[in-house]
């Protein structure tokens, strides 16, 4: 039966997958082999990684209560993937005040988060005070908020206005409250695609310098990819490899978070022939390839929801994936350019989609320490979420109706 069952994978893949689930690192030649696996090679790919999942990390599944916060969209770096920049004078541009970015964090902390995400555009007119500015207002309200905050181009924003030692200007920015970085503006870091994608943009070489130097302060970051535009395996392979390579000087990388082009409202796919977001199977085997090629180094490998969608996320949580996230509760980037898995996802509708796939829910800080397990569904909290009265379709709203009234008849 099982001889049956493997008949079909190639002796290529097979050897790689053993060496994986052996603990032996892969090499980039590897990982580009993987990431082109189909039917039963693909199939294979999964469990191998399932497999080394329940090894690294066990059956829990952690996720982060958040709330987003994009404080201005407006930006002028000019990336061809993006569907959220805004010029200063355009309808929709925004700059929000202070006193709006306590108010969403101050909502966020009432519906149970324990962090706020804090990215958004490159606007020229600000300098680097303006994002200690921000970190010292938020702490200023909120002294045991975890501030997860600007994304490696925002650094280099802000370090380039500075004037000061990158090293120097991370700490004062830690002084301030920042308590790790996103490791977004990765995309692909290899120059090759990045002078396609985002000319404008820093370069491979000053990502690496940004995100070394952060961990060498003691910010960590989260470590990500973007994939399914003009990329080619190799290009993913590489970077994956840069990607562990750094993690083993600096140990400084929380978890890995493999990440879909959304390609509807952008330039990159609708006039520079860029392919059109990944497939299922590419989601998956750039999850599990991610979990086999990055262990023992990075252990939690992250898949998006909000690229997606749930119930591809639960099958991602079968192919490697060990963390689910963050609920959000606003999330505009990805949905300006035309991904449509929604903004928020409640934390008790990650638990109930967690446990669906036979896996324990577990909130984590953004460190990855265990805040609260969730064995028992019956001792779940109550959502904190707003409750909002629901939209009823016409038949349900009817036999609800006609529920009420045979029950005022029978108490009659």
């Known amino acids: 039966m099982l001889e049956r069952l493997l008949a079909d994978v190639t002796p290529e893949v097979g050897?790689?997958?053993?060496?994986?689930?052996?603990?032996?690192?892969?090499?980039?030649?590897?990982?580009?082999?993987?990431?082109?696996?189909?039917?039963?090679?693909?199939?294979?790919?999964?469990?191998?990684?399932?497999?080394?999942?329940?090894?690294?990390?066990?059956?829990?599944?952690?996720?982060?209560?958040?709330?987003?916060?994009?404080f201005t969209n407006v930006c002028y770096v000019g990336c061809s993937f993006c569907g959220f920049a805004r010029h200063r004078d355009d309808a929709d541009a925004y700059d929000h005040p202070m006193e709006t970015l306590i108010a969403k964090t101050r909502d966020a902390i009432q519906r149970g988060a324990t962090e706020v995400c804090i990215q958004a555009g490159i606007d020229p007119r600000k300098d680097h005070t303006h994002y200690r500015e921000i970190l010292l207002a938020l702490k200023a309200e909120f002294p045991s908020l975890h501030i997860h905050a600007f994304s490696p181009e925002e650094l280099d924003h802000g370090h380039r206005k500075s004037g000061m030692e990158l090293g120097d200007y991370l700490r004062w920015l830690k002084d301030a409250g920042l308590g790790t970085i996103p490791g977004t503006a990765a995309e692909i870091l290899d120059d090759e695609v990045r002078k396609v994608v985002s000319p404008r943009k820093l370069m491979t070489e000053r990502w690496v310098e940004i995100v070394r130097a952060a961990h060498s302060v003691g910010l960590r970051s989260s470590g990500t990819v973007m994939y399914g535009h003009v990329e080619k395996v190799e290009h993913v392979a590489n970077h994956l490899a840069l990607i562990r390579d750094l993690q083993k000087e600096t140990g400084g990388f929380t978890e890995f978070v493999p990440l879909g082009f959304i390609h509807e409202k952008n330039i990159l796919f609708n006039h520079m022939g860029a392919r059109p977001g990944a497939s299922t199977s590419e989601d998956l085997r750039m999850v599990a390839v991610s979990r086999l090629f990055l262990r023992p180094w990075i252990t939690n490998v992250q898949m998006s929801w909000v690229k997606m969608g749930p119930k591809l996320a639960q099958v991602a949580l079968l192919s490697g994936a060990n963390d689910f996230g963050g609920t959000l509760m606003e999330e505009s980037i990805s949905r300006e350019s035309g991904a449509d898995h929604g903004e928020n996802l409640p934390a008790e509708e990650m638990r109930r989609l967690i446990r669906d796939v036979g896996r324990t829910p577990v909130q984590r800080s953004t460190t990855y320490e265990v805040l609260r397990r969730f064995d028992d569904p019956a001792e779940d909290p109550p959502s904190l979420e707003p409750q909002e009265p629901a939209e009823l379709s016409g038949p349900t709203r009817w036999r609800l109706q006609e529920e009420r009234a045979a029950r005022v008849a029978r108490r009659k």
């Not at 993987?34 to 059956?59: I, K, P, S, T, Y």
């Open 15 to 70: 050897r790689v997958l053993d060496a994986a689930l052996d603990g032996r690192e892969l090499g980039p030649k590897d990982a580009a082999l993987l990431l082109r696996a189909e039917g039963a090679d693909l199939f294979a790919l999964q469990r191998a990684a399932d497999l080394a999942r329940a090894e690294d990390a066990g059956d829990d599944v952690s996720f982060v209560i958040t709330r987003n916060l994009n």
